[in-house]
């Protein structure tokens, strides 16, 4: 595990372009990278290759972190945003239906013994639009508000677009749990 202060240094060799230390900030940040991306693309081929756009442009925008937040945080934010815009570039969100007024909806998985990976897999099937807004919401941390300057739509196309994307996992939920206590009762 490599501290934030030994991060910071390969980021100063990488400012002075000294290649072995962007070779090295490669090899410490892929892994986590790779699986920010994964979280946003069909597959890992896909995700491989947002990871590379990713990285030319750390490596062509170095001058722009100014110290503020973590350097992995920022790095990890060029990542995400570059999921999301090639997503954008190659199909549109289109959504238009409105979410009732005071709905909210509540997602809690760790009391059904589901494991990460499995999540992580449930997520990943979702259509690009939700899996999209879920992964902006749901584990970076993003407002509604964020979201939708990101994706270019509304807060509330953004806030639809999780609500269904709930309703989707939770349904897959629910087809799961099924299936196993089927399969203890057998």
Not at 53 to 65: L, R
Not at 70 to 86: D, F, K, P, Q
Request: glycine fraction near 6%.
């Amino acid at each position: 595990m490599i501290t934030e202060q030994s991060l910071n240094r390969i980021w100063e060799g990488c400012l002075k372009q000294e290649r072995k230390q962007q070779e090295l900030l490669y090899k410490v940040l892929a892994p986590r990278m790779l699986a920010a991306c994964v979280r946003y693309a069909k597959d890992r081929d896909e995700a491989e290759d947002i990871m590379q756009e990713g990285f030319i442009k750390v490596f062509g925008s170095m001058h722009k972190y100014r110290g503020e937040g973590s350097l992995e945080g920022w790095i990890r934010r060029i990542m995400v945003h570059t999921a999301i815009s090639r997503y954008r570039k190659l199909k549109p969100l289109v959504l238009t239906d409105e979410l009732p007024e005071g709905v909210t909806v509540n997602m809690s998985y760790s009391e059904s013994g589901l494991e990460a990976k499995e999540l992580l897999t449930m997520i990943g099937q979702l259509p690009d639009n939700y899996r999209n807004v879920f992964n902006l919401y749901a584990i970076e941390g993003y407002s509604h508000q964020e979201i939708g300057q990101t994706l270019g739509i509304s807060e509330l196309v953004s806030r639809t677009t999780l609500h269904r994307a709930r309703g989707v996992l939770k349904d897959k939920l629910s087809r799961l749990q099924i299936r196993e206590q089927y399969c203890l009762a057998s």
